[in-house]
């Protein structure tokens, strides 16, 4: 296979992985090109010295493209819409920044006439699958290099030692934590995280303040959302990057959407997490209020069932499979009337409900107040009981008759 790749396009972040995968490519796949891709995703990062750390290792171009937006709109809305939560706690924040950047890879290497994309993910994670389902989905001809399912460079101090031999320039402080970030969360993994016993430290946090930390006094804040999508903070019409940017300050400052979680990953094996994501939680929990509003029983219940599975879907990497995309055209239609303001409290770590409203609320105070009404005749629940306990009562007279 080697003799076939010519031009590689890798996914790259200009740490000491992917700064090593330049030369290492060059040297197992005969000379080839390499070209780089790294993706702003809203990790704050300044991208310059990236795009010059990419020439120094070996790559012969570099594309710096900003997917911050089209990461928002097109990934984390219907995500949100959806409700999807992986296993109760994780907003995903990995598993759907995958795809968008995935796609950004097949896009420019079919630009750039590339035989392959290459990734820095390893062997042990969910990231690995993720990459390269998209890749999959999207360029089904391109060939994928893994280098960490091939090569030997099986440690940090490893890949330090070939760095230096192949004079590519690259940070050789040991961070503490394995972490990853854009706009949407930052997680933490490794070190003292690995013993589950192991309560997180404050000084890990790096976006938001620790709840005992937050100020002594609760922050009010309203979302607006219009069919499901979040569109205003306190009454200020945002768009995607400048809406999730106010809410992650305000969250930050309160302590919310810290999530410590043992999480399944796909691969096999549990791994524990903690995630940093002040604004997204702030989304998800009055996404739900105004769902309570503007959802049938039956819809919402219904709905409840269909989150778990698009959770799932999003967490394995199969954003671009038919079934995710049936279950986004059943959710966009629940979301019809998911349009309101909800008000929230924060305090010290806690999202607290503090009032929502909708011009399409099913709540109807003339039938539910426990004053006098016109509309509610409460004799009337005597058949339906009758009747929806019916089963109840014949399996009961059976069993009667059989003496039990």
């Not at 961070?175 to 690995?194: A, F, P, Q, V």
Request: negative net charge; glycine residues 8%.
């Amino acid at each position: 296979m080697a003799k076939q790749i010519k031009k590689v396009v890798l996914a790259y972040s200009g740490g000491l992985d992917t700064s090593v995968i330049i030369p290492w490519l060059k040297e197992h796949y005969n000379g080839c090109e390499v070209i780089a891709v790294c993706a702003d995703i809203g990790q704050g990062e300044e991208l310059a010295p990236v795009h010059d750390k990419a020439l120094a290792s070996g790559a012969s171009k570099v594309h710096i493209v900003d997917l911050t937006r089209e990461f928002l709109e097109e990934y984390v809305w219907p995500t949100l819409k959806a409700g999807a939560v992986y296993e109760g706690k994780y907003l995903l924040g990995t598993s759907f920044a995958r795809p968008v950047i995935a796609k950004a890879l097949v896009e420019i290497a079919k630009k750039e006439g590339a035989d392959a994309i290459a990734h820095g993910a390893t062997g042990k994670g969910n990231d690995q699958v993720r990459f390269e389902l998209t890749v999959k989905a999207l360029a089904p001809n391109l060939e994928i290099i893994a280098p960490w399912r091939e090569w030997d460079l099986d440690s940090r101090t490893a890949e330090i030692e070939y760095a230096k031999k192949h004079g590519i320039p690259v940070a050789t402080e040991n961070k503490t934590y394995s972490m990853d970030r854009n706009i949407w969360h930052l997680s933490h993994e490794g070190s003292d995280l690995e013993d589950p016993a192991n309560e997180p430290k404050n000084s890990m946090f790096l976006i938001s303040c620790a709840p005992e930390d937050a100020p002594d006094a609760p922050e009010y804040v309203s979302v607006s959302f219009e069919k499901g999508i979040p569109v205003a903070v306190n009454g200020e019409k945002l768009g995607a990057v400048e809406l999730l940017t106010k809410l992650n300050e305000i969250g930050a400052r309160n302590g919310v959407g810290i999530v410590d979680i043992c999480e399944n990953r796909l691969v096999g094996m549990k791994s524990r997490g903690v995630y940093e994501n002040p604004g997204g939680s702030i989304l998800y929990y009055a996404h739900r209020e105004l769902e309570y509003l503007c959802l049938d029983r039956a819809t919402f219940h219904y709905k409840e069932s269909v989150a778990i599975r698009y959770g799932e879907l999003v967490y394995d990497g199969m954003w671009f499979c038919q079934l995710r995309e049936a279950l986004a055209a059943f959710v966009d239609s629940t979301q019809e009337t998911v349009t309101g303001e909800v008000r929230l409290k924060l305090y010290k770590g806690n999202i607290i409900s503090a009032g929502a409203a909708s011009p399409y609320s099913l709540y109807s105070k003339e039938f539910v107040t426990f004053e006098h009404d016109d509309v509610y005749n409460q004799a009337d629940a005597t058949g339906f009981i009758n009747l929806f306990g019916l089963p109840l009562k014949v399996r009961a007279l059976m069993q009667e008759a059989q003496g039990k």
